[in-house]
């Protein structure tokens, strides 16, 4: 997926790893039926049978939102996640040649949800792109007020967090490493693509630790209210979330366990 117009400096690379993780979900299962091949198409979704969903192989694919023109979509894409479920109009339109390849919608699910891996490609893909549409609809909306929704980029040693601030965000690291640290004892780490920042968010507290990178990261920074937005849409968020604890509680036991 490509934005229209004008785009923040981090879109290209969020752009790039989104693009690359239809193909990982998918990886392992058989397409439903023969490619499809579309000459050119003023409604696609129209033409599509809604129990199946369909990988770009070739072409390229508009969107239009409320007839506003937004984005579009190309190869590797996924097409059809939208449909069966009562949302806002979207056309999709093609004035080129498209192929398509075609996937049972009710095998695509349970493939990802047989694999862990996949769950969590499969959050990062809708989370992604909902950090990117955010961002468009802030910049269309509030030209003077920029999204806080983003990425940030932190060299080895930089706070990710702080001990003692307000919990305006959820952050997720996509690339690197980071240790967190409570009134300067480290208590464990932050591993890539682990949800963290998100206690203080729902106890209403300050911040309880700092974090701080090991090495050069990238972090995906969620503002709290699109935050619990997707938690009660997306349960497998709050699984992530909770695994993500588990994990650091049983570090704290080893630690505990040790001192003793």
Not at 22 to 30: A, E, N, R, S
């Amino acid at each position: 997926m490509y934005l229209l117009g004008e785009q923040p400096a981090y879109a290209d690379q969020l752009i790039s790893r989104l693009q690359s993780i239809p193909v990982k979900l998918l990886d392992g299962l058989t397409p439903c039926g023969a490619a499809l091949h579309i000459e050119r198409s003023e409604d696609l979704a129209s033409e599509l049978p809604g129990n199946q969903l369909f990988i770009i192989d070739n072409g390229l694919l508009h969107t239009l939102v409320d007839e506003r023109p937004l984005f579009y979509l190309q190869e590797g894409d996924l097409v059809g996640l939208r449909q069966g479920i009562d949302l806002p109009s979207c056309r999709y339109t093609s004035d080129e040649p498209l192929t398509l390849i075609p996937y049972s919608r009710s095998e695509v699910f349970k493939h990802i949800y047989a694999s862990e891996p996949r769950q969590e490609l499969f959050i990062q893909y809708l989370v992604g792109h909902t950090a990117l549409l955010s961002d468009a609809l802030a910049r269309i909306k509030q030209p003077d007020v920029r999204a806080a929704t983003g990425f940030k980029h932190f060299a080895t040693g930089d706070a990710l967090i702080n001990q003692g601030d307000d919990a305006d965000h959820v952050f997720i690291i996509i690339e690197g490493h980071a240790d967190a640290f409570v009134d300067g004892v480290k208590v464990g780490d932050v591993q890539k693509d682990e949800i963290f920042g998100a206690m203080a968010v729902f106890t209403l507290e300050k911040r309880s630790a700092t974090v701080v990178a090991s090495e050069p990261c990238t972090v995906m920074v969620i503002p709290k209210d699109q935050f619990l937005s997707l938690m009660e849409s997306n349960p497998r968020i709050a699984h992530s979330l909770v695994e993500s604890m588990a994990r650091r509680i049983d570090l704290l036991n080893k630690e505990i366990t040790q001192l003793r």
